[in-house]
């Protein structure tokens, strides 16, 4: 059975850091491409950032360029996304996701394996 277990979100003011984890079980991420995805209330889903099979490639949406860094480890299975000054606007559920090796918004398109997501929230 495929689980994702989506830790690390929380309350924060603005300019403060969260690091998000994702834990999966059923299928080993070795072969899949991962990334973040997030939805705020009333607004669409967005791709926040992916990282390719080999994690020779990375994507991250204009609006967290050089705030946040995505990452793995293949040994234990999970997805990490540090968020580093946090602003207001990225307050949203965050979501884990798995799919095969595409690159930007095509990857969250083509996205087969997404966990129920964690709430980040900023504000001071």
């Known amino acids: 059975q495929v689980q994702f277990v989506e830790s690390g979100g929380g309350s924060v003011q603005p300019g403060g850091s969260l690091r998000l984890s994702c834990v999966v079980s059923?299928?080993?991420?070795?072969?899949?491409?991962i990334g973040w995805s997030r939805q705020a209330p009333g607004k669409e889903r967005e791709g926040v950032s992916c990282?390719?099979?080999?994690?020779?490639?990375?994507y991250y949406a204009d609006s967290v360029k050089g705030r946040f860094t995505i990452s793995r480890d293949n040994a234990k299975n999970t997805v990490y996304l540090q968020m580093n000054n946090l602003k207001p606007e990225d307050t949203a559920a965050y979501y884990c996701?798995?799919?095969?090796?595409?690159?930007?918004?095509?990857?969250?398109?083509?996205?087969?394996?997404w966990g129920k997501g964690t709430q980040v929230t900023v504000s001071s």
């Open positions: 996701v798995a799919g095969p090796n595409l690159v930007g918004q095509n990857f969250f398109h083509f996205a087969d394996h």
């Open positions: 059923g299928f080993t991420l070795d072969y899949y491409a």
């Open positions: 990282l390719s099979v080999s994690d020779d490639t990375t």
